[in-house]
C-alpha cells in the first residue's frame, strides 16, 4: 500500500511546533483565568472539587493530626497533674495555716477572757494550762503545769472564763492535779445567788451537778445561778459554778437538784488558779484540848 507523492502516514504527521503550542497553551490559560477572575464561571467547579476532595484531604491530614493532637494531650495532661500537685499541697499549706490561726484565735479569746476574770477578782493568780486527763475510769481528774514552786497549794479553786471548774488536790514540785466538778467524789459549798439559800453542790460523775439535802421547799428555782459561799474557808466566795437546770420535789422530803456546770469543765485547756482571800485560823489538833480558864481569886473581906 502506497501513498500519493510519497507523504507520510497521517499517525506521522507533525503538528505545530512545541513554541508555537506552548503559547497556545498559555494564551488559553491566560484567557481562562482573566475570564475566570472577571466572570467567575469556574467557582462552582471549584467548589465541586474541593466538596469531593474533602474526605481525601481529612484522610491524608489524620495521621498527622493524630500525632499532633497525641503530643498535645499528653503534655497538657502532664502540665495539669504538676498543676493539681501543687494547688494540693497549696490547699494543706493553707488549711493548715487557716486552722493555726482559728486555734490561736480561739486561745487568745479565752486568754483575754481570763484576763478579765482575773482583773475583776481581788485575789492572787495564777494562769496555767491543763496538759492531760489522769487516765483512771472511775474519776474525773486533770493535771496542770504549775506546782509548789510557782504557789500551787492544796485546796485552791480552779476556774476559767465562765466559772469553776475544779479544786486542787494534790500538788508536785512542778504540776499539780486538779479534781473537776463532775467527779462523784468532789463537794463544793454554795449559794443560790437570787435567794441565798446555801447548800452543797457534788459532781454526779456523768459530766452534771447535783445540789443535795436541800428541803423540798426551798427557795431554788430552774435558771437559778449558782455561786460560791466560801464559807469552806478555803474558796472565794462569789464566784459563778453552775445553773439549775432542774428540781423536782415529788416523793421526797429533799428536793432533787439538777445542775449544769458554767465553766467548761471537760473542754477547759486555759485555766486560773485563785489564791486563799485570806488565811483561815489554824484548826486545832486532835488531841489538843482547851486548858480551863484560871480561878478568879478571892474577894477581900471588908
Known amino acids: 500500500m502506497s501513498y500519493a507523492g510519497n507523504q507520510p502516514p497521517p499517525i506521522f504527521r507533525r503538528g505545530p511546533a512545541p513554541l508555537v503550542r506552548l503559547f497556545l497553551l498559555v494564551s488559553l490559560c491566560l484567557v481562562m483565568l482573566v475570564a475566570d477572575l472577571r466572570f467567575r464561571y469556574l467557582e462552582v467547579l471549584r467548589q465541586g472539587l474541593s466538596v469531593v476532595t474533602y474526605p481525601l484531604q481529612m484522610a491524608a491530614s489524620a495521621p498527622v493530626d493524630f500525632l499532633r493532637n497525641a503530643s498535645r494531650y499528653f503534655a497538657t495532661l502532664l502540665e495539669v497533674q504538676v498543676d493539681n500537685a501543687r494547688l494540693r499541697a497549696r490547699q494543706l499549706e ?17 486568754l483575754r477572757a481570763l484576763l478579765g476574770m482575773a482583773e475583776r477578782l481581788q485575789v492572787k493568780t495564777l494562769a ?11 474519776s474525773s481528774k486533770v493535771i496542770l503545769d504549775r506546782g509548789a514552786r510557782h504557789g500551787v497549794e ?20 512542778v504540776q499539780s492535779e486538779v479534781t473537776l466538778l463532775s467527779d462523784r467524789n ?17 459532781g454526779t460523775g456523768q459530766g452534771g451537778l447535783e445540789m443535795r ?37 415529788e416523793g421526797e422530803a429533799f428536793a432533787r437538784i439538777l445542775c449544769e456546770p458554767l465553766g467548761g469543765v471537760e473542754t477547759s485547756l486555759q485555766v486560773l488558779v485563785i489564791g486563799r482571800e485570806q488565811a483561815g485560823p489554824p484548826l486545832p489538833e486532835p488531841d489538843e484540848q ?11 473581906r471588908r
Open 290 to 300: 482547851v486548858a480551863p480558864p484560871p480561878p478568879a481569886p478571892p474577894k477581900g
Open 94 to 110: 493553707v488549711g493548715e495555716r487557716l486552722l493555726r490561726f482559728e486555734l490561736l484565735e480561739q486561745e487568745n479569746a479565752r
Open 154 to 173: 492544796p485546796g485552791l479553786v480552779v476556774l476559767d472564763a465562765e466559772g469553776v471548774i475544779g479544786q486542787v488536790t494534790r500538788v508536785y514540785p
Open 186 to 202: 468532789q463537794a463544793v459549798a454554795v449559794v443560790v445567788e437570787r435567794s441565798g439559800v446555801r447548800g452543797v453542790l457534788f
Open 213 to 249: 439535802f436541800l428541803l423540798a421547799d426551798a427557795d431554788v428555782q430552774a435558771g437559778d445561778r449558782i455561786v460560791t459561799s466560801g464559807l469552806d474557808g478555803v474558796l472565794v466566795p462569789g464566784l459563778p459554778v453552775a445553773t439549775v437546770s432542774e428540781v423536782d420535789r
Open 128 to 138: 496555767a494550762e491543763i496538759l492531760y486527763n489522769v487516765p483512771d475510769a472511775f
